[in-house]
């Protein structure tokens, strides 16, 4: 059983955002604003149903599945695409492959010493995030 992804976890490092936004088509002015941004992400799970909230003081995504089942998703404030989403356990990893218009896009999660670890995809490009755990938990 992989360690709980569970709670408020503020984001310590983000690498490569820039290209992943390019590879989604963000334009110039959104990529500006989002580079600055102090992401949070608050996971709850209950049973195989999550909901992730990706939260700023800019725009805020929140996205809910259960694992193994496919569901119609709309990056609404991101790059505002329906993609067919699928999440599924792969070893340690909760992985999100996003079937669409973009080849290759998804994203990945994992906890790796206390820290959550997300891994974000789009034709080649990879961002890589780490959260810590709020420390008001
Ligand atoms: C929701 C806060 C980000 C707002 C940035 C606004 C516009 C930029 C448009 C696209 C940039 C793409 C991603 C920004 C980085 C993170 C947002 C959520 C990424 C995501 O898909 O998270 C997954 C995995 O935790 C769950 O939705």
């Known amino acids: 059983m992989p360690a709980s992804l569970c709670g408020t976890w503020d984001m310590i490092s983000n690498v490569n955002l820039e290209g992943y936004m390019i590879a989604l088509g963000i334009s110039p002015f959104i990529r500006k604003i989002a580079l600055r941004l102090k992401l949070r992400k608050v996971i709850e799970q209950q049973g195989d149903q999550y909901i992730i909230k990706t939260t700023s003081n800019f ?72 959260f810590k755990k709020n420390a008001n938990e």
């Open 59 to 130: 725009r805020n995504y929140t996205v809910s599945f259960r694992v193994g089942q496919e569901f119609q998703e709309f990056t609404q404030g991101l790059d505002n695409k329906h993609v067919k989403s699928l999440v599924t356990w792969e070893g340690n990893k909760l992985v999100c492959e996003q079937i669409g218009e973009k080849k290759n896009r998804g994203w990945a999660h994992w906890i790796e010493d206390d820290k959550l670890h997300l891994e974000l995809y789009c034709e080649g490009e990879v961002c890589k995030q780490v």
